[in-house]
C-alpha cells in the first residue's frame, strides 16, 4: 500500500445557511506554497531537514538537480526536458533514494516503516514555467545555479555573478529567484 498524501480541505458551519456564494482571494505565495509542498514533497523536506539541493541551467536547455545530505551525494540527475517535469520526477527520484539510505527518511516522508516501501507514485506536477517564468528562462538560457542550504546559506547565480537567497522555505528561495532573474534578464535586454 502506498501512503497518499491528502489535500486540506475547509469546512464553515453554517455557510449553506445564507444561500449565496462565497469567494475569498488566496496571494499567489499561499498557492505556489501550498502547490509547491504537494508537488515537491521530498524537495521540499530535503532543504527543511538540512540537506542541500541545487538545481542549474547549462545555458543551452540542460537541466541538472542534486540532493546532498550530510553524508554526501543523495540523489542527482541531468535532463533537457521541461523544468516542471524534472523537477516532478526528480523530486520522486530524490524520494526513492532517501527511502532507500535510511528508514529515518521513509518515516519522514511517508510514514512507512520496515524497509521494503520504496515511493513509485509521481506526486502532481507543478506549473514551474508558468508560476516562475523568469526563473524558468534564465535556467533554460542562461548559465544559472541555484544552491539551497538552510545551514550554510542559499545563493542564485546568473551567467556566473552569485547573489544571496535569503528563504526560510523552498518558495520563499523560489519567489525570490524569480525576482532576482526577472532582474537579471531586464538588466540583460538595457544593457
Not at 23 to 48: G, H, I, M, R
Amino acid at each position: 500500500m502506498v501512503p497518499k498524501m491528502r489535500a486540506p480541505s475547509v469546512e464553515i458551519d453554517g455557510l449553506d445557511d445564507y444561500g449565496g456564494e462565497t469567494s475569498f482571494e488566496v496571494s499567489s505565495l499561499a498557492k505556489n506554497t501550498l502547490d509547491a509542498k504537494a508537488c515537491f514533497p521530498t524537495l521540499w523536506y530535503a532543504f527543511d531537514a538540512g540537506c542541500k539541493v541545487s538545481f542549474q541551467g547549462d545555458g543551452e536547455g540542460g537541466l541538472s538537480l542534486r540532493v546532498d545530505n550530510k553524508g554526501g551525494l543523495v540523489h542527482k540527475d541531468a535532463s533537457a526536458e521541461g523544468i516542471s517535469t524534472f523537477l516532478q520526477k526528480g523530486d520522486l527520484a530524490t524520494a526513492a533514494a532517501l527511502c532507500d539510505l535510511s528508514n529515518k527518511y521513509r518515516a519522514a516522508l511517508y510514514a512507512a516503516e520496515g524497509d521494503s516501501f520504496i515511493p513509485s507514485d509521481a506526486p502532481p506536477c507543478f506549473d514551474f514555467e508558468g508560476k516562475y517564468a523568469s526563473a524558468a528562462k534564465a535556467f533554460k538560457t542562461k548559465r544559472t545555479s541555484l544552491d539551497l542550504d538552510k545551514t550554510a546559506g542559499s545563493s542564485f547565480s546568473v551567467g556566473g555573478v552569485a547573489m544571496p537567497v535569503e528563504a526560510a522555505s523552498l518558495v520563499e528561495a523560489l519567489e525570490a529567484v524569480n525576482v532576482m532573474a526577472a532582474a537579471s534578464l531586464a538588466r540583460e535586454r538595457t544593457a
